[in-house]
């Protein structure tokens, strides 16, 4: 039995009369650019994540860069991260002109690590973009408090965690604006490239509608230097149909976590913790193992797709190379770099499948030589 990393041709059995009903829709309307699908996952989404305001854009790298311009962020200014996320958070920010200073994570949550901020703070710091990786959300108290108490903007990256919660609140409704992707393999995927940036703020809101069409305020009434990065409506019509299964699949994500955590007690893994007061949605579920690359390669072999997320921690990749790392380097994920490894995880993932996993992993002996026989 092959086990898929992530079965969106399954997803699509389940959901596909209304997919392409919804898809239909849009090309019979033919407005697939800023259609009236695209208000309407705006205003979904928006309510979603608990904030008034949504602003779909081409995807979420887009979204890091639109937001982190709305908030008039760019040359000279520093913008404290986690070293542990995927390069287009590091990206973003770069994209502004502006320095991205990497903290290191914790190994709790693999999320920045808030005892480092106080060491990250220069005069130059002009805020902080915590990312709420794998599915769970940065401990966002301290990060608020501290960005409070230095007059510091907050700008989420959400990418991984739609219906992740923290106290009670959703990921997305913490920051001056939180940025998500609608990559297909996220918990809300589209069929192709989307994003969208939430925010509690009108002016962040407007801003960004005039950035992401060319600084378009009306038809050829062009009021700053815009782009163009709208969230398409034939994907808007795509993800208004699948946020209605959002919660059921986040869900079934935290169940199969569940399973896999029982399944995997006995082996010589590190399991993910939900922190207290939490609630992860899964995106990735990442274990650690001291001889990684030989378990992947047996997994992988047994036809268990598995991934790394991610095997090089950012300040490390050549664009970032000569970045500051609070502190020195970046210990904890540099190691978890080394050492950890993505399971199949999806809603359509099933105990049987998880079972496979599990024991393809307790059978595994790592070989004195790390060459997986
Ligand atoms: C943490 C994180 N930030 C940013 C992005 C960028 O999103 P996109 O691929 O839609 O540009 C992704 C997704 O790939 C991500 O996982």
Redesign the pocket.
């Known amino acids: 039995m092959s086990v898929p990393f992530v079965d969106l041709v399954g997803q699509f059995e389940d959901i596909g009369d209304e997919v392409m009903q919804a898809m239909e829709r849009v090309m019979r309307g033919a407005r697939f650019i800023l259609g009236e699908e695209v208000e309407q996952c705006e205003a979904a989404f928006a309510q979603f994540c608990g904030v008034p305001h949504c602003v779909g854009v081409a995807?979420?790298?887009?979204?890091?860069h639109l937001a982190l311009r709305a908030l008039d962020i760019g040359p000279g200014d520093e913008v404290i991260t986690a070293a542990n996320?995927?390069i287009?958070?590091a990206i973003?920010i770069a994209s502004v002109g502006a320095t991205p200073v990497f903290v290191d994570v914790n190994p709790q949550d693999y999320n920045l690590d808030v005892q480092y901020l106080e060491a990250a703070l220069t005069p130059r710091t002009k805020a902080i973009l915590p990312?709420?990786?794998y599915g769970q959300t940065a401990d966002m108290d301290p990060i608020l408090e501290f960005a409070k108490k230095h007059g510091l903007l907050v700008i989420e990256?959400a990418?991984?965690a739609h219906g992740a919660q923290y106290h009670g609140r959703p990921a997305g409704s913490f920051g001056d604006a939180a940025?998500f992707?609608?990559?297909p393999g996220?918990n809300l995927g589209g069929y192709g490239?989307?994003?969208a940036v939430v925010t509690h703020r009108d002016d962040v809101a407007k801003k960004i509608r005039l950035l992401r069409n060319y600084g378009q305020k009306q038809k050829n009434d062009f009021t700053c230097l815009g782009f163009n990065s709208r969230l398409d409506t034939v994907q808007a019509a795509v993800l208004l149909v699948k946020l209605r299964y959002l919660e059921q699949w986040n869900e079934a994500r935290r169940i199969s976590a569940g399973l896999y955590g029982e399944a995997l007690a006995d082996c010589d893994l590190v399991l993910p913790q939900e922190m207290p007061g939490r609630q992860h949605v899964y995106?990735l579920y990442v274990v650690q193992h001291e001889e990684r690359d030989e378990l992947l390669r047996t997994l992988t072999g047994k036809g268990i797709q598995c991934g790394i997320h991610y095997p090089t921690p950012i300040p490390h990749t050549l664009p970032f190379q000569g970045a500051r790392m609070v502190p020195d380097g970046v210990p904890v994920c540099t190691e978890l770099s080394r050492r950890i490894v993505s399971l199949p995880m999806c809603p359509k993932l099933t105990p049987q499948q998880i079972l496979r996993v599990a024991e393809t992993v307790e059978a595994f002996q790592p070989s004195a030589s790390g060459v997986a026989s």
Do not use: E, I, R
């Not at 995807?59 to 890091?64: C, F, P, S, V």
């Open positions: 995807n979420g790298t887009d979204a890091l996320s995927f287009a958070t973003g990312v709420h990786l990256d990418c991984q940025c992707s609608f990559y996220k490239d989307g994003g995106h």
